[in-house]
């Protein structure tokens, strides 16, 4: 029941109104394979260059994550370098060096065909419908993606949202892809485009989550630390297909477990830079923030006929 | 159990992206008193110049709103003129004629100082003060705000939220009260300045309720349709007032509760122009959506020792 990743890993050089951190390590590819590593095994495809230092490796693998797929090239590893203002919501992309990135071309090793939970990561979506095609029957896909593709290659990604179970994007990224302010009537479009699920992202005010029969609505938990924000998306998704691999309960009930545990590893990734607070997290304070999320949002329900007590007395 | 609501009864003139409204029925105490008068009896004290229509006397009496507190002086009525964007998160005011409410003193007529609940709309918070010295032993006092007194009388706003019970202001009020960009830290604060229960509203995100010992977070009803969003947080503060002073239960669960209505009214309310929808709502409906309220929030949580679950199998 393990999990397929093909994705970035990277050099993240960021700044925050908290502090900073040069060429720390990012990348969709890891930030999703760390955080699924608390639910189940998984498995990474991406490409690093020759400057990628071992001791990265040796934490994903600390992490069980399975390596076989990630190949070192000749050159550098790619590196994002991004600011936050307050509003911690909106990363200003300051530089984008590609390097081995820009040649990458996932090429799945066979050991990881038979994958029967994948994700995709923020990549080329013709590259995504490249490892679509080498994926044999997988049981549940999901799919990310970024503005840039949205924009640039916009039927190549309608051709693999076509084929994915679940697309998680955020909520620009909805009103862009639809050209439609009103976000339930975006979501109602994507879901036309052939998606079974779609997750809407809206960073500190939580997931929206629209099948063709139901919504859910989850808050983000509310924090007094917000570091850096960078890959609480990949986090996200990470918490939520491991849940899933785990459980193997994809009805709506366990999407929305899903959900909460993808919420909850988002939540702890928030609170430090790069992947420091996943790398000294523990299982009891996922269970523990789990439960917070349970009081965050309960409240009772009301009786039949309750219509009564609602007249003046 | 009945609630005493002191704020403005208005002309709106409103531009929307969906259509427009000139001089349609508005004001704070309008919103909230309708609202509120599908759980509890509303008193209301506001002022209203000689152009101000009997036909929409007749529908606040048609909604069993005391009016003994309208007073008619002479003059205008007050005109907000505002237009909202495809984001219909912010208004923008084009045009502000407070006439008559330039001068008004709210004067709490004799048979309305014992009011057990009281809401304090957005007014200059010396107003407020005056109204707080005029009610004798209400059991449970709210007071909303805005920018503008924020910005002009802040000492007197802090005077007035030290004595209320409930404080209901929206995101960008509570940081730019405070200072303080991370939300959390923001309510704390204001917790601190003396009022028990901090509601902030977060628009299409929803709210977020504050206490010394808990935190509450609500998702805005996900809607196809937002027509115009003016009156939503009085609508807001109606439907939590009213089922406050309905039930009586001020207890953590009650106020839940409470929050909920809340959101289920103001959901109906940006449905159509001015009050129309409100006009036109049944309490099956305001029932139904509290349980689509339930349905879109909930989820199962985890049984204990769930922790061997969450590790990879």
Redesign the interface.
Known sequence: ?GILVVGSVAFDSIET?FGRGEHVLGGSATYFSTSA?????VSLVAVVGEDFPEEHVAFLRSR?VDLRGLSREQGKTFHWKGKYG??LNEAQTLETHLNVFESFRPCIPDAYRDAEYLFLANIDPELQMEVLNQVEHPRVVACDTMNFWISSKPEALRRVVAKVDIFIINEGEARQLTGQ?????AA?QILDMGVKTLIIK?G???V?MFSDS??????AY?????FDPTGAGDTFAGGFMG?LA??GDISE?GL??A??FGSVMASFNVEDFSLNRLKRLG??E??ER??SF?????????ADG??G?????
Chains 1, 2 share one sequence.
Not at 181 to 185: I, P
Not at 214 to 219: E, H, L, W
Not at 294 to 302: M, V
């Open positions: 029941m109104p590593s608390f639910f189940t095994d069980n307050y509003d302010a009103n976000l339930v009537k109602r809206r500190e005010y939580g929206l139901s919504v859910f609505a989850a808050p509310p924090l007094e630390e917000v849940y785990n459980t009930a929305r477990q959900i909460i299982y009891r996922i269970e789990y439960r349970k009081s965050l949002t309960h409240f009772e329900g009301i309750h219509g007590a609602l007249a003046p007395a």
